[in-house]
């Protein structure tokens, strides 16, 4: 029988949250990296072929709340058990800050033709025109646009870019599924529109201040790993 907060439905959501990974970045070569980061990523629900689906922080709240009731109810508040607590923390807090960011983090957008550049994005999704400045300057300086054979279908969305600011000066490409990450943001190539007769990219950027925490949150659950095989050994502690 399956039971909220039981180790069987910790393996199930564990299944279903590596399923939706597979599935999403699959996805990616189909329909692009934005469309899945978007969407599958960064939504609670989301539809698909107009069938509403559950999205990944969905998976992370609930398995954050199942790994929470299963330490609580099977757990022995014990020393000997001091690493199995630190193991369920760890796992707790990757979900919730995976919950966190996909839901919380703020989107931006920047639509720029060739040889223009600028160091001010749009906030996506404001019920009216909000700025944030960018810490460095990013200058388009060429833009294709390559089509399937024998297709007028775009199979790809291809920038040559510049970004410049605080010491750095830097070229990069950005692809339809290659983004560029740089100093803590990751500037994805998202669509296209037209400016003045001219096919210009419009990139999204996420900012990515926190991208540290899952190394901290690994540290901490390999540091209750090592307790735990500690505590079990002959002789130690109880």
């Not at 199942?66 to 508040?77: M, P």
């Not at 990751?186 to 296209?192: F, G, L, P, R």
């Not at 990139?203 to 790993?225: C, D, E, M, R, V």
Request: proline letters at 5%; one cysteine or more.
């Amino acid at each position: 029988m399956f039971r909220f907060g039981s180790s069987k439905v910790s393996v199930v959501l564990l299944a279903l949250l590596f399923l939706e990974l597979l599935g999403g970045t699959l996805a990616q070569s189909l329909w692009g990296a934005t469309a899945v980061q978007t969407t599958a990523f960064s939504q609670v629900f989301f539809w698909a072929q107009g069938v509403p689906l559950p999205g990944l922080p969905f998976w992370l709240g609930l398995t954050a709340i199942n790994l929470s009731l299963g330490a609580w109810k099977n757990l022995k508040r014990t020393w000997q058990t001091a690493g199995l607590w630190i193991i369920h923390l760890a796992l707790i807090l990757f979900c919730l800050a995976g919950f966190g960011f996909a839901v919380v983090q703020e989107e931006l957008l920047l639509g720029l033709p060739v040889g223009a550049s600028s160091k001010v994005a749009f906030v996506k999704d404001a019920p009216q025109e909000v700025t944030r400045g960018l810490p460095f300057t990013l200058s388009v300086e060429a833009f294709s646009l390559p089509k399937y054979p024998a297709s007028n279908e775009p199979s790809d969305y291809i920038s040559d870019v510049r970004l410049t600011g605080g010491g750095i000066d830097q070229r990069a490409r950005i692809q339809m599924n290659l983004p560029l990450r740089f100093q803590g943001f990751t500037i994805y190539q998202s669509s296209v529109q037209t400016v003045d007769g001219q096919m210009a990219p419009v990139f999204k950027i996420t900012n990515n201040a926190w991208g540290f925490l899952p190394y901290a949150l690994s540290g901490l659950l390999f540091g209750g790993l090592v307790l735990h095989l500690l505590l079990r050994r002959p002789g130690a502690k109880k």
